[in-house]
């Protein structure tokens, strides 16, 4: 993935540093909050932290974030593989700090062409479709991210990029979004089809929309 498309990344929809991919060691730490921020360490419903684990991403007088990259990736199934946990805390009542969210994520890049209507997708290989060296064709199981009511994305899923190289195939797609109202059950996978120009011979195949790139694996 070229470099400048981490200038976009995000952890659960949050703008983190660049630099948390090459080496989030060489971030400031929540050791390193300034005083006025370093009260959001005691904030309600905050966890206990080791400071020395969790980069600095955002520092304000009314906001905190903070960032830390798991021990192990947490695979959720359907592509769902999360690498970092996040941390929001926010002054909500004069000097009080309060913990809004707490979430995994795995980083990733926005598209070529950031849009509103372009939504993320989970990516997995169609265990019925086996990799074929022979094949120009690569069929995965794409599942939308956004609220949909249970419903698939059939007729939307976008292919925003295709890097071929000699080792890998990098894929960055997404899907359209729908207008209206939706509930927020689980979306199914939908089927869809990669063509490429020439077989795939021995290269992985890679969801380039995470970083860094993670390799696919079948459906199970």
Known sequence: MPADRFEELTCDGEPVPPGVVESIDDLRTAIDLRDEARAALDGAEVPPIDPAEWAIVTES????????????????????????????????????????????????????????????????????????????EIHLLVTERACNSGQDAEGRIVLDRLAATDDAIDLVIGVTLQEGNFTCPSNPPTPFVVELEAPLGDRVVRDAAVVPPRELEPAG
Not at 119 to 124: K, V
Not at 125 to 134: E, F, G, I, Q, R
């Open 61 to 136: 007088p009314e906001r905190v974030a903070l960032l830390r990259e798991l021990d192990e990736p947490e695979d959720l199934g359907g592509g769902d593989v999360r690498t970092h946990e996040f941390l929001t805390i926010e002054r909500v009542d004069g000097p009080r700090w309060m913990l809004t969210s707490a979430n995994s994520c795995a980083l990733r890049s926005g598209p070529a062409e950031p849009t509103d209507a372009y939504g993320q997708a989970d990516l997995t290989l169609d265990p019925d479709h086996p990799l074929d060296p022979a094949a120009t």
